[in-house]
């Protein structure tokens, strides 16, 4: 078994549990890192959702569609060592890539060339890197949730689900992220589809809010508690026009 020092015991229970525990090794179950969509449907996540994604202005064949950067996906492993784990929204970053978290409470991440290829060739890609390092035939669900429309804002090539909203993240991590129409949009997902950043303080996140009365607002947040110990309670709703301040760790001596 191969893993990295650090992800000892997320191998450890994705392969079969800790000692002293039930260890058995759980059925090897269909992962979908080909072409052809999973027996039953696709590989959705929700299993409700469909190969189809609907945009302003029409419906996107989400296998046949050349991805783009902005687009996001849903993303989530099988076999996460996170008990109930959710799945995460991962965005395309403006150089192409996309970078999937190993599991739901773990900021190691993986990170695969998404720009200008097809969904399954991402998925493919993506369990590779994952069965190479941490899992044993990892079973991987990823879809594509929303899609670039360049008629909201052709010089940028536009923003996800046909919706102009957004948030912006500045700080030790930067970045805008599309606010989906119709869904909710937390804090931890966002933290976790941007590059890691080991300076980034994320015990005091600030996320800076204009009120219907043009009152500002400030929330600090300690997102540490969610991607650490799973703690949904401490994560935070992102609403449109939010502006995210990751600041710096300090470090005693500099």
Not at 24 to 29: L, W
Not at 139 to 165: F, K, M, Q, R
Not at 174 to 197: C, F, K, M
Request: aromatic share 4%; net charge neutral; hydrophobic share 40%.
């Amino acid at each position: 078994m191969r893993c990295r020092p650090i992800l000892g015991i997320l191998a450890v229970l994705a392969l079969g549990g800790m000692p002293g525990m039930a260890a058995a090794e759980p059925t090897p179950k269909s992962v979908v890192a080909t072409n052809a969509p999973a027996p039953g449907g696709t590989n959705a996540v929700p299993s409700s959702a469909t190969n189809a994604v609907t945009v302003q202005g029409g419906v996107v064949d989400a296998e046949a569609r050349e991805l783009k950067p902005h687009d996001t996906f849903r993303f989530r492993i099988e076999q996460d060592p996170t008990s109930g784990a959710e799945a995460m929204r991962v965005v395309i970053t403006d150089s192409g890539e996309a970078h999937f978290n190993v599991s739901r409470a773990h900021s190691t991440y993986v990170t695969v060339k998404a720009a200008g290829r097809h969904l399954s060739e991402v998925r493919r890609e993506l369990k590779t890197k994952l069965d190479a390092e941490f899992y044993r035939n990892a079973s991987v669900n990823l879809d594509l949730e929303g899609v670039v429309n360049s008629a909201n804002n052709p010089a940028a090539g536009g923003l996800a689900l046909g919706s102009a909203a957004k948030v912006q993240i500045f700080g030790e991590m930067q970045g805008t992220y599309p606010v989906p129409e119709g869904q909710r949009l937390w804090l931890s997902d966002v933290i976790l589809a941007l590059p890691r950043n080991d300076y980034a303080n994320l015990k005091k996140i600030k996320v800076l809010r204009t009120t219907a009365d043009g009152k500002p607002e400030s929330h600090t947040v300690n997102i540490n508690d969610v991607l650490n110990n799973n703690d949904r309670s401490a994560d935070f709703e992102l609403k449109d026009g939010d502006r995210v301040q990751v600041p710096r760790k300090t470090i005693v001596g500099f």
